[in-house]
């Protein structure tokens, strides 16, 4: 958010660095409209035409109409960071799934050893990005390229208008 906003020429303080660093953790519907209400606004004080926003259902949006409007609005380091919160979340939850199922495991009588679940751990710990591991994902995931997937075309990925391509 803060490179979008430095993209534009809007220096921010410390203490609006703080806010949009909150703001980011909002979810993504509740921001776009926000974004969109201020760039309403900034055209109106202007004395230009309102640009038109076509803002995806919030319960019914694709994947791809999410991913297409984030790359709309945002500059591809923000919307990277943003999936990089996702991502990084998914991944420290399923490290503690797995730390949680050695746990489980490591019965009286079973297979399991201590080495064994001591490594379980390890691994977890090796990828869990709460604990030093990532980020996830490394680059930037992409509606337009053959499904989700690494961006090969960022940056400058970041379209302007939905794709024809895009479902």
Same mark, same amino acid.
């Given at each position: 958010?803060?490179?979008?906003?430095?993209?534009?020429?809007?220096?921010?303080?410390?203490?609006?660095?703080?806010?949009?660093?909150?703001?980011?953790?909002?979810?993504?519907?509740?921001?776009?409209?926000?974004?969109?209400?201020?760039?309403?606004?900034?055209? *109106?004080?202007? =004395?230009? &035409?309102?640009?038109?926003? !076509?803002?995806?259902? @919030?319960?019914? /949006?694709?994947? #791809?109409? +999410?991913?297409?409007?984030?790359?709309?609005?945002?500059?591809?380091?923000?919307?990277?960071?943003?999936?990089? *919160?996702?991502? =990084?979340? &998914?991944?420290?939850?399923? !490290?503690?799934?797995? @730390?949680?199922? /050695?746990?489980? #495991?490591? +019965?009286?009588?079973?297979?399991?050893?201590?080495?064994?679940?001591?490594?379980?751990?390890?691994?977890?710990?090796?990828?869990?990005?709460?604990?030093?591991?990532?980020?996830?994902?490394?680059?930037?995931?992409?509606?337009?390229?053959?499904?989700?997937?690494?961006?090969?075309?960022?940056?400058?990925?970041?379209?302007?208008?939905?794709?024809?391509?895009?479902?």
């Amino acid at each position: 958010m803060t490179s979008t906003l430095a993209a534009a020429g809007i220096e921010l303080g410390e203490y609006e660095q703080g806010v949009a660093a909150w703001l980011s953790s909002w979810d993504w519907s509740t921001v776009a409209v926000v974004i969109s209400w201020v760039a309403r606004a900034c055209a *109106a004080a202007s =004395g230009e &035409a309102a640009p038109s926003v !076509a803002l995806p259902g @919030r319960f019914d /949006a694709t994947p #791809a109409e +999410v991913d297409q409007h984030l790359r709309r609005i945002l500059a591809e380091d923000t919307y990277l960071r943003y999936q990089q *919160a996702i991502g =990084g979340g &998914a991944v420290t939850e399923a !490290a503690q799934g797995a @730390r949680s199922w /050695a746990d489980d #495991a490591n +019965v009286p009588g079973s297979p399991l050893s201590l080495d064994a679940v001591a490594g379980w751990h390890g691994a977890a710990d090796h990828v869990d990005p709460a604990k030093g591991g990532g980020p996830y994902p490394a680059k930037l995931q992409c509606s337009r390229h053959d499904g989700f997937g690494p961006c090969p075309g960022a940056p400058g990925c970041t379209p302007q208008e939905p794709s024809k391509d895009t479902p």
